[in-house]
């Protein structure tokens, strides 16, 4: 089959016909991904019926399909950065602040357990246990709409996915560039000077270029954070960082140019990324490989499941109940949406496979996949299960009616509808009256 026609029947496939799947409550994410496995690994069962096998699989190592993907998840990343209002998150510090405690907590029990029990040093078993603990913040706000959440969930969800998702990107930076004090030292300092200068840049772009170059906002931002993902990824901490950085920094200089975060704006990224982002979990699905699914790796995956799933649920519920004093049925229509790890995991586990596949067993990156696929398939299988909680205001009963016996009568002990007493004291209304019949009686008198 000619390229051109082989790219067209990819577009159809991973836009027409993944949309129809979602009426079973998978996501086009899934959807996508699992195409990609077909590709990527379909040439195993073909080799079964040719003579001639097949070394790879169809569209492997194709530069167009993976800079659709690269496209796909900056985009995405940076959409997420978008989506931060730091205002916001500092009204609600101290709830977040909480939230992140409970979260350091499981990814350092979870690590923990992983470097003990797998004997996996204890950097690579750090990027394991982000791979299982953190949501995927792009990935929860894309899909959110369709889980019918009320407003105070989807705000309670959103806050809580980035501010989980910030602290697990300064940990892999701090983790990916510890090999030596050194290469840690330059790192920070090449993340501090590119921080530094994207205002800069926004600021000459907004005086010098925007007035010669009307509505060129949305080819700018993408340029920009595109120029500053590949930077982050020769530092060796993926794309994501860098594109991630880039939606604050436009959030943050909102004053300035005001259209580089407007709502025009994040809705042209967002209906980028959902062009691009299948893209990426196409070429995910493109890059596994038949070793890494071994029946140990089902067995692992397994136990990723039966143990963080209920550990990160718990931690939203604990939160919840003891900040809120929410109910279980109610704080679970925050925890489940958060349990999609799709990106997140996918990216680490590409970044483990890469990097540490010397020291982590090929089973545990199956097992990472295995379990990235499942909790994504749950908010949307089971959200709609969960009872919509909503607490009814009390019911005010009002108080018998007690008379007091007094020497003065007091109008206002008596019944609304009962006459006044005779010396009870003259009404405001009926002092209005008396004035107004005065005033026209005056009136009516001779100089």
Do not use: W
Request: aromatic share 8%.
């Amino acid at each position: 089959m000619p390229p051109e026609l082989l790219y067209v029947a990819l577009l159809f496939a991973l836009f027409v016909l993944t949309k129809p799947l979602q009426k079973f409550r998978i996501p086009s994410a899934i959807a996508s991904f699992a195409l990609g496995a077909a590709c990527g690994l379909g040439h195993h069962v073909v080799n079964l019926f040719v003579d001639q096998p097949y070394a790879h699989g169809l569209f492997h190592g194709d530069a167009t399909v993976d800079t659709m993907g690269t496209l796909g998840i900056v985009s995405l990343f940076l959409f997420a950065g978008l989506e931060i209002d730091l205002d916001e998150l500092r009204a609600g510090a101290k709830t977040l602040g909480g939230h992140l405690l409970l979260r350091s907590l499981l990814l350092a029990g979870v690590s923990f357990a992983i470097h003990r029990l797998l004997n996996i040093p204890i950097r690579p078993a750090l990027v394991v246990g982000l791979a299982i603990v953190t949501p995927s913040t792009g990935f929860i706000i894309n899909s959110i709409d369709q889980l019918g959440l009320a407003d105070d969930e989807a705000y309670s969800v959103k806050t809580k996915a980035i501010a989980s998702e910030i602290l697990a990107l300064g940990v892999l930076f701090v983790v990916l560039k510890s090999e030596t004090a050194v290469g840690l030292g330059l790192a920070t300092l090449a993340m501090v000077a590119m921080v530094a200068l994207l205002p800069i840049v926004f600021k000459a772009f907004a005086q010098r270029i925007l007035p010669h170059a009307p509505k060129s906002e949305f080819t700018f931002l993408v340029m920009v954070a595109v120029v500053c993902a590949y930077f982050t990824k020769m530092l060796g901490v993926y794309y994501l960082v860098g594109a991630f950085i880039v939606g604050i920094a436009a959030q943050r200089f909102q004053e300035q140019l005001p259209s580089l975060s407007s709502h025009t704006m994040m809705h042209a990224v967002e209906l980028f990324a959902s062009f691009f982002i299948p893209f990426y979990f196409f070429k995910a699905g493109l890059h596994l490989e038949a070793d890494s699914f071994t029946p140990y790796a089902f067995l692992a995956g397994a136990v990723f499941l039966l143990v963080a799933l209920p550990l990160r649920v718990l931690a939203i519920l604990l939160q919840r109940g003891i900040v809120f004093r929410e109910i279980a049925q109610k704080a679970l229509r925050v925890a489940v949406p958060m349990l999609p790890t799709l990106v997140f995991t996918l990216v680490l586990a590409g970044i483990v496979r890469d990097r540490f596949a010397d020291v982590v067993p090929q089973a545990v990156i199956g097992g990472l996949i295995i379990y990235a696929v499942v909790n994504t398939l749950l908010p949307g299988l089971a959200i709609h299960r969960l009872p919509t909680v909503e607490f009814e205001r009390p019911t005010l009963v009002p108080a018998p009616h007690t008379s007091i016996q007094t020497d003065a009568p007091l109008d206002a002990h008596r019944p609304v509808d009962a006459p006044a007493p005779a010396n009870s004291a003259p009404t405001e209304a009926e002092v209005t009256t008396a004035l107004s019949a005065n005033d026209a009686a005056l009136k009516s008198e001779p100089d």
